[in-house]
């Protein structure tokens, strides 16, 4: 590829990322209690009339304009996604998430194999992890992602469309897709997809599109922790980060009893949790943090990094970091 063609696509993989961000965190954010775990509802999914897909309706234009060709998948002559105007994009990704979790997950093979729109499918992907933020999936849409990702559910998905549907599960950062990655990691053998794997699961305690960490998540990360389901070397640090970033009491101190506590972990965990004391971020850790604090001496170097972490502590309702 020259050089021209590696700033072309680029800037493309770039500009279906900032729509897909737009429109992950167009939704208006859940009200909370700072610093608490998630205790509201999700939304339920959007229901949509499958006679009439919305993704097949004409694209809307300006007067004047030329009219772009309808939503057709299998039409060689639709403008790729990338070099549609952005109000289109944004338009097209606004429709798709008025589908159900089966259709969108359907739409981004449409994209991969019909139309080769790759832009289009990358925007869908990380549109549908952030649906799966607010939708929890049901058991049949779970089962299909592990089918699909083991190979035994479609026999035409390339080692790329699983990679796909790992990134969707690992993006979507909820108890139901980390607890799915846990269970898969020691039956993927490929060494790319198990590389995703373990991101995903090392980014669960990230905040949301909402911009809250979700304590929720814990359970999964919690369990693997005590009893780690793959042998993998790069498993331990990955749970260890996710307890960190996510806050929750319980995996803070879980990874300070292992940092700390002599004897109650093994040197791999020690390890591990030694090196994320200072991802700890979140406000709900404070009183665990603090009760271990208060027991040390000033000047021990356990004392130290313990006090590191209130620095850190960040609400993003009140846009300030809070000590």
């Not at 050089?3 to 909370?32: D, H, N, Q």
Request: with cysteine.
């Amino acid at each position: 590829m020259t050089s021209k063609g590696r700033l072309i696509a680029a800037a493309a993989c770039v500009g279906a990322a900032l729509v897909a961000v737009y429109l992950w965190r167009g939704a208006k954010p859940v009200e909370r209690n700072p610093g608490s775990a998630q205790t509201e509802p999700r939304s339920k999914a959007v229901k949509i009339d499958r006679s009439a897909s919305p993704l097949d309706s004409a694209p809307s234009q300006k007067s004047g304009e030329q009219p772009l060709a309808p939503f057709e998948p299998n039409s060689p002559n639709y403008p790729a996604f990338i070099r549609l105007p952005i109000e289109e994009r944004i338009r097209i990704g606004e429709e798709f998430k008025k589908l159900d979790l089966d259709a969108m997950f359907d739409a981004i093979l449409a994209a991969t194999r019909a139309e080769r729109d790759l832009s289009k499918a990358d925007t869908f992907g990380t549109l549908l992890a952030g649906q799966l933020q607010i939708r929890p999936p049901d058991a049949q849409f779970l089962n299909r992602l592990r089918g699909f990702i083991l190979g035994s559910g479609d026999p035409a998905a390339s080692e790329a469309e699983k990679t796909t549907a790992i990134g969707i599960l690992g993006g979507a950062m909820t108890k139901e897709s980390t607890a799915l990655l846990l269970e898969l990691l020691p039956m993927i053998s490929d060494a790319e997809r198990r590389v995703y794997a373990i991101n995903g699961i090392s980014n669960a305690g990230n905040s949301h599109g909402d911009g809250y960490f979700h304590e929720e998540v814990l359970p999964p990360l919690i369990t693997a922790w005590q009893n780690p389901p793959d042998p993998d070397p790069r498993l331990i640090p990955a749970l260890a980060r996710a307890m960190a970033r996510l806050g929750a009491p319980e995996g803070v101190e879980a990874v300070l009893s292992a940092a700390f506590d002599a004897g109650t972990a093994s040197a791999e965990k020690k390890a591990a949790a030694e090196k994320v004391i200072g991802e700890i971020a979140t406000r709900n850790c404070v009183l665990v943090v603090s009760s271990r604090l208060v027991r040390q001496q000033p000047t021990s170097d356990q004392a130290r990094l313990l006090a590191t972490i209130f620095p850190a502590q960040w609400d993003p309702k009140l846009g300030i970091h809070v000590t």
